[in-house]
């Protein structure tokens, strides 16, 4: 296993491109408004579900 020594392991990890801080803030804030339009998706869903059951009398 040549690859398995720390020589290539220190290769390997110095062609990683870490983001810079203004892309890690700007997906931060992407992944947040994508999750807190799921939570308000899902909460209109539960919602009509709720509606829609009460409507027919099984709840």
Request: hydrophobic share 60%; aromatic share 16%; glycine share 6%.
């Amino acid at each position: 296993m040549e690859w398995f020594n720390l020589s290539a392991i220190w290769k390997e990890i110095s062609k990683i491109r870490w983001p810079k801080k203004e892309d890690l803030l700007e997906n931060s804030v992407q992944v947040i408004i994508f999750t807190g339009f799921f939570v308000i998706f899902f909460a209109l869903c539960l919602v009509v579900i709720s509606a829609f059951l009460n409507g027919l009398g099984v709840l």
